[in-house]
């Protein structure tokens, strides 16, 4: 771990945004495998500051996410994401369990938690389980024991601070866990076989056995659930899949230059309606962010906002990659082509959880709405 103190990046945030997202596109061929991760990537983001980055100016960081419409983090998140999609997906979970850390975590948990960030351990968050194996939580003597398993964990095996979910031993609901791990155990990868986000060591994490204390419990049961920030938090990946989507942009237009096709009018239109698509995924991304933190529209108002935005975002990404492969052609598809990588994690990427029921709500809620269209996500509006 880089001991060293974090330097300030209240200003420079996006400056080491900018260097980790041009050093980690240099090395994601290589990590371009079952069993890669971003390893060097992750020690440049400690190294600059960028784990620390957002812990609370106060408790030694920069209070990166804290600032007015969270922009500076959104830059952030997509500069990361622009770089390597596997990378902006580790870090953004990082930063949510900051970031829940700093709601609900009392003052010792605080203390003890943000020097870890401060320390270089990477944190995640991981709440998927897999069937009939959920994570619980038992009385074992004086303490507390695990029993079960997360899937879908992102940076298993890598990830040293585990924010989890599990059932709640006394009373019902669930709880979180913040549970410190030691790197390269408990972790199964095998069935990590997807065709994009490789490098993400995305996989299922054995927690059986584990002893905790009631120091580990952040919060109160079900605080993980409350909105608007549980579903309005997906502001944050989808700045990052902004991010990938405009390095697809970038590798597509840079072999029609490269190739000289510039000229041909069909391209030029498909360019065109790409720049289009990724413009628009950049407004939906700032003004979800702006929304998501400024704390002033009902939950369920922001909420809606955010889904719409997962499937604006969502929609951009298919068409900027469905134009992009159009254009390129077959040798878009051949690995060593750079848009062939960054195609596949994209589309990986794009695949959340629930989006007809995002979809769906956001209506609702818009149809229940007693305001014109234009006036329902106006935040001045009395």
């Known amino acids: 771990m880089d001991q060293r103190t974090p330097p300030d990046l209240s200003r ?28 060097e990537d992750i020690a440049d983001l400690a190294r ?81 389980e897999p069937a009939g194996a959920g994570l619980a939580l ?33 009373g019902g609901g669930t709880l979180m866990l913040v549970v410190p791990l030691e790197p390269g155990s408990r972790a199964d990868l095998s069935a990590w076989r997807a065709q994009g986000m490789r490098a993400s060591a995305t996989g299922t994490l054995d927690f059986g056995g584990i002893a905790l204390s009631d120091d580990d419990i952040l919060g109160g049961p079900d605080d993980y659930f409350r909105q608007p920030a549980f579903s309005g ?12 989507i405009e390095a697809v942009f970038d590798a597509w237009r840079a072999h029609l230059v490269r190739l000289g096709r510039g000229a041909d009018p069909h391209q030029l239109a498909r360019l065109g ?21 400024g704390g002033t529209l009902p939950a369920a108002r922001v909420v ?41 994690d994209l589309a990986t990427y794009l695949r959340q959880p629930g989006p007809d029921r995002a979809l769906t709500g956001a ?8 305001e014109g269209v234009a006036d329902l996500w106006d935040e001045g509006a009395p």
Request: glycine content about 16%; aromatic content about 6%; charged content about 20%.
């Open 138 to 170: 038992a009385a074992a003597g004086d303490g507390l024991s695990l029993s079960g398993a997360k899937s879908f964990a992102s940076g298993a095996g890598f990830v040293t601070r585990a924010l989890v979910t599990a059932g709640c031993p006394r």
């Open 233 to 244: 938090g997906a502001w944050r990946f989808l700045a990052v899949q902004l991010g990938g």
């Open 48 to 128: 600059l500051g960028l784990l620390a980055a957002p812990v609370p100016v106060a408790e030694g960081g920069a209070g990166l996410g804290a600032e007015p419409g969270a922009g500076a983090l959104a830059e952030v998140l997509r500069l990361v994401g622009s770089g390597s999609l596997a990378l902006g997906r580790l870090y953004e979970g990082h930063v949510n369990a900051l970031q829940l850390i700093a709601q609900y975590g009392e003052a010792g948990q605080r203390a003890r938690l943000f020097a870890d960030a401060r320390a270089g351990h990477l944190f995640g968050v991981w709440n998927t």
């Open 304 to 344: 809606a906002f955010v889904n719409l935005a997962r499937l604006a975002v969502e929609k951009a990404g298919l068409d900027v990659l469905q134009l992009a492969q159009r254009s390129v052609g077959l040798p878009g598809f051949l690995r060593g082509h750079p848009l062939e990588q960054r195609a596949r």
């Open 12 to 39: 420079d945030a996006e400056a080491a945004a900018r260097a980790v997202s041009l050093s980690a596109a240099r090395r994601a061929g290589a990590q371009d495998r079952d069993d890669g991760f971003p390893g």
């Open 273 to 293: 309606e790409g720049a289009i698509a990724v413009e628009g995924a950049r407004h939906w991304v700032t003004r979800a962010a702006a929304l998501a933190t």
């Open 363 to 370: 209506a609702e809620e818009i149809l229940a709405a007693g």
